[in-house]
């Protein structure tokens, strides 16, 4: 599967109506985003079951505002439409892919506990409890 491009009107409904969605912030005059290109390319054609997509954050800075981009290439990763990876750099090809295979291997439900928890305000079962 090739890349698909984002744009302000697609960003959201493309998060949200796929299981894994890899997005990739980049800029045209980005060296560091020309250089990253092949690799996500060649990983979106080596994983086809997670959507790879691309913003461009001078054509759609709305969305690359929302989203806090500051440094670029910014790969970002949902599943289930929850953020669960963020990371500015340009990723080599294994660092890509244990990416992908640990977006894949989330627990979910764990996932969203955790997140419950944090916005709860409540220690969540991990020992990280405040200690008195």
């Not at 670029?72 to 500015?88: K, Q, S």
């Not at 990723?91 to 764990?110: H, I, S, Y």
Request: proline share 6%.
């Amino acid at each position: 599967m090739a890349t698909v491009e984002l744009t302000d009107d697609t960003f959201e409904k493309t998060v949200t109506e796929n299981d894994i969605v890899l997005v990739d912030f980049w800029a045209d005059w980005c060296g560091p985003c020309k250089m990253f290109a092949p690799i996500y390319e060649k990983s979106s054609e080596s994983n086809p079951e997670v959507v790879h997509a691309k913003l461009d954050t001078e054509a759609h800075q709305r969305i690359a505002a929302a989203a806090g981009i500051t440094a670029i290439p910014t790969l970002m990763a949902f599943r289930e439409g929850v953020l669960v990876f963020n990371e500015a750099g340009a990723l080599p090809g294994p660092a890509l892919q244990q990416v992908v295979d640990a977006v894949k291997n989330l627990d979910m439900d764990e996932v969203r506990q955790a997140i419950a928890a944090q916005s709860n305000g409540t220690p969540h079962e991990h020992g990280d409890a405040p200690q008195a």
